[in-house]
């Protein structure tokens, strides 16, 4: 893996502090940047789960759901034209846009080992933690006849043991990141299926 290091650890301007983009802003951006559909589709599904987590579990407002969500939404954005560049360019978009730094950490933290930035908020957590193991459903839910329906916990955790399986997706970054939220996997894999499946996108 080549190293991602941002060599920085402070992003955005805290005067911008709950300042975002509209829904509108955010989805056309992803469509300039992004034109794979799959990593198209890998983003709204985090979008998804990081807007049901924080309306669920953190009970917060509509405006803060659209903070993690955005996060959710642009963590990805760059990755398609210029992986060299993950994820730097899109956190310095956001930077640009005066949007919130606490969106703009949280997407800079979506893979310490890479990016060099630990998560520190729940934001960041949840990110990190949602990032790979959505990937991982999906790829699930592909080799199965009626993909996300009667999905199960116990499936999931024996498929991630067959190191075959969706290879490209880092085990270890799954557990690394289960552990830094504070949750059980199987806690998290629960969530996880349970907002997937009903996400249709
Ligand atoms: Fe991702």
């Given at each position: 893996m080549p190293s991602h290091s941002l060599g920085r650890t402070e992003f955005g301007n805290?005067?911008?502090?709950?300042k975002t983009i509209s829904p509108d802003e955010a989805n056309q951006l992803l469509n300039d940047w992004v034109k794979n559909d799959r990593l198209r589709l890998h983003m709204h599904q985090v979008a998804h789960l990081m807007k049901s987590w924080a309306k669920e579990?953190?009970?917060?407002?509509g405006a803060d759901q659209w903070r993690w969500e955005l996060a959710g939404l642009l963590?990805?954005?760059?990755?398609?034209?210029?992986p060299d560049q993950h994820c730097k360019l899109i956190i310095e978009e956001l930077e640009k846009r005066n949007v919130d730094p606490e969106v703009i950490h949280a997407i800079a933290s979506h893979g310490p080992s890479y990016f060099g930035v630990e998560p520190v908020s729940k934001m960041d957590k949840m990110l990190y933690a949602f990032d790979e193991l959505s990937g991982f459903l999906h790829a699930y839910s592909l080799m199965r006849?009626?993909?996300?329906?009667?999905?199960e916990v116990k499936g999931v955790l024996k498929r991630m043991k067959d190191?075959?399986?969706?290879?490209?997706?880092s085990r270890e970054d799954i557990r690394d990141a289960a552990s830094r939220s504070g949750l059980s996997m199987e806690e998290l894999i629960q969530f996880a299926i349970a907002h997937q499946s009903r996400f249709t996108g």
């Open positions: 805290p005067e911008n502090k709950g579990k953190e009970q917060l407002n963590h990805d954005a760059d990755w398609d034209q210029w006849p009626n993909d996300y329906e009667g999905m190191k075959s399986f969706a290879a490209n997706v």
